[in-house]
């Protein structure tokens, strides 16, 4: 079984959990995941069974969107809501007051990554570190908000809604605590969903019930994702029967056959073969797949 399935993971269960959980459903030991979720955090979670498990480093840097809702008044330990309250205030901030501060974080700003994160400090996880009482510094790392909305706000009970659209990198938390800090307040994040990463959106998500069902029906391969899935953003070129057998050979094939060709591109011949980009006026393979998906 080789392909990708689109996993809705569950609150509670850690990245690694989901990977566990179906390592021994789908009885396989080769599989991994893309795109760590914080455990009470739910959504997209690519998983790659199989062969496709060869092309999960070429998921990292992808943009992502997240529903994030957050309670202001409280700062907490984790940034979020399953930590230690170490600072409470009242809050009476307007809904309007919300949407104007939200307008700052919108573009490229910079983050401090949270203690509890999988950031490491000489080789170790700050989590860890975090867990022995330990606060290191930790240097500001640049990311991209491109949309940020906010989708509800109650004034009364101060907890409200926002839609993310970000780069890979993104800390959710760290931005409701920023947010929180801005207004004077204190912010926590209380409830994530991503809605997509890594191009892929939670419609096509399945949950773990879902994948086991249909794979004791023997019908889960008909709903794995194609490893060229991975590449769709990508420019395709299309190559002839001779072409073909050159690429998989490792020929750099001249690119005066192809036209307005920049940068990475999916390239395909009876089928997806792999992905190549420009190099001295030749097609160079990046990686030759077609072989992985045989």
Not at 118 to 145: D, H, M, W
Not at 231 to 239: E, V
């Amino acid at each position: 079984m080789n392909g990708i399935v689109c996993v809705n993971k569950p609150d509670g269960f850690t990245s690694f959990d989901v990977v566990a959980k179906l390592r021994g459903v789908l009885k396989t030991k080769k599989i991994g995941h893309a795109g760590t979720l914080d455990p009470m955090a739910t959504g997209v979670l690519p998983v790659f069974v199989g062969k496709a498990t060869k092309v999960i480093s070429y998921m990292d840097n992808k943009d992502k969107k997240y529903v994030a809702k957050f309670m202001l008044g409280k700062k907490t330990n984790t940034l979020d809501i399953t930590g230690t309250v170490i600072e409470e205030k009242k809050s009476y901030v307007t809904k309007k007051e919300i949407i104007d501060v939200l307008k700052h974080y919108i573009g490229k700003i910079k983050q401090v990554p949270p203690m509890y994160s999988a950031v490491k400090k000489n080789g170790v996880p700050l989590y860890k570190l975090a867990r022995q009482g330990q606060t290191v510094e930790r240097k500001s790392r640049e990311v991209e908000i491109y949309e940020l909305n906010c989708k509800s706000f109650d004034e009364n009970l101060q907890v409200g809604e926002m839609e993310v659209f970000c780069s890979s990198g993104t800390y959710i938390r760290t931005l409701c605590d920023d947010i929180g800090t801005e207004l004077g307040v204190g912010g926590v994040l209380t409830d994530l969903t991503r809605t997509m990463a890594c191009g892929y959106d939670i419609k096509q998500c399945k949950t773990i019930d879902e994948i086991k069902l249909l794979n004791d029906r023997g019908m889960l391969e008909e709903f794995l994702l194609p490893i060229e899935s991975v590449f769709c953003s990508l420019p395709r070129i299309y190559l002839d029967k001779k072409q073909e057998i050159m690429f998989k050979n490792g020929v750099k094939l001249s690119l005066k056959n192809f036209s307005e060709i920049y940068g990475q591109v999916a390239v395909y011949g009876s089928k997806f073969l792999g992905i190549a980009h420009q190099f001295e006026g030749r097609l160079k393979i990046d990686k030759l797949l077609v072989e992985d998906i045989d």
